[in-house]
């Protein structure tokens, strides 16, 4: 089943909005001075990181699933979005930056899907472009497949989402909402989501290829390893 299916409608419910992503790129779209007129996301999902670019003039958002993309619709009208894949996709056009955030890089569960996205993000970024993500570590996956399954009531709902491996760096998160009818009865809602974890020093080798690195860091502000929680980096195109 395609993934971002069942869970895309309790999505924002448990994710919250996404202004403190957003904020981050606003940062480093200041930081670095690229005066970005146009912003491609990669991922987007429900447009939770787009609805707080709205000031940049032309904002772009891809995403595999039609179900999270119907929420980013309505929620960011401004916008324009578009269903497809982020490792294979040509939009005929260039962008100031490319974002993709929210460990949406570590959904596709091989290296070569990696490459293939961080290709489509340089052909798809103008000469100096932005490139901005976030990765969750090897460290920080291995931390949830040992911890307990997180529990989490939400509007009358019931979330059970419990992580574990799929060998070698690859997770399996199994999502299962107990959605309440309202009537004492409850309709289970499930989906399992894949994430690969990959050490930085890959992920730094491939995109020197095409990019420099200008920043990187880990939830503390200071420089990110494989035991990190998260991992987040702004790289310009070069050229
Ligand atoms: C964790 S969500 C992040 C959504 C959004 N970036 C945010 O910060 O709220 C990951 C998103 O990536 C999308 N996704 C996963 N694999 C994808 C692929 N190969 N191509 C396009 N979108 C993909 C999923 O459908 C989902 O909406």
């Known amino acids: 089943m395609r993934e971002y299916q069942q869970f895309a409608q309790f999505y924002d419910a448990l994710m919250g909005d996404g202004s403190s992503r957003s904020a981050r790129i606003l ?5 670095f001075d690229v005066g970005a007129t146009s912003l491609l996301e990669l991922g987007c999902g429900t447009g939770s990181v787009l609805e707080g670019l709205v000031l940049i003039p032309r904002l772009v958002g891809l995403d595999a699933s039609a179900e ?38 570590n959904h596709l569960v091989n290296y070569e899907a990696w490459e293939s ?36 009531d939400f509007d009358g709902n019931t979330l059970i989402m419990d992580v574990r491996s799929d060998g070698d760096e690859l997770t399996l998160w199994d999502i299962r909402v107990f959605a309440s009818a309202g009537d004492g009865t409850f309709t ?7 994430e690969l974890g990959v050490a930085l020093e890959t992920v730094r080798t491939t995109l020197a290829t095409d990019f420099d690195l200008l920043h990187e860091e880990d939830d503390s502000g200071n420089p990110p390893t494989d035991e990190s929680s998260r991992a987040y980096f702004v790289y310009r195109r070069q050229g």
């Open 68 to 105: 999270m993309l119907s929420a980013a619709t309505a929620k960011v009208p401004s916008a324009e979005f578009l269903l497809g894949d982020m490792t294979d996709f040509d939009l005929g056009t260039t962008f100031d930056v490319v974002a993709c955030v929210y460990d949406t890089v």
């Open 27 to 31: 940062e480093a779209i200041d930081r």
């Open 188 to 194: 289970l809602h499930q989906e399992n989501i894949r």
């Open 117 to 152: 996205l961080f290709q489509g993000v340089a052909r798809h970024l103008k000469p100096g472009g932005l490139f901005i993500f976030d990765l969750n570590t090897i460290g920080r996956l291995h931390q949830l497949v040992t911890s307990p399954p997180w529990v989490h």
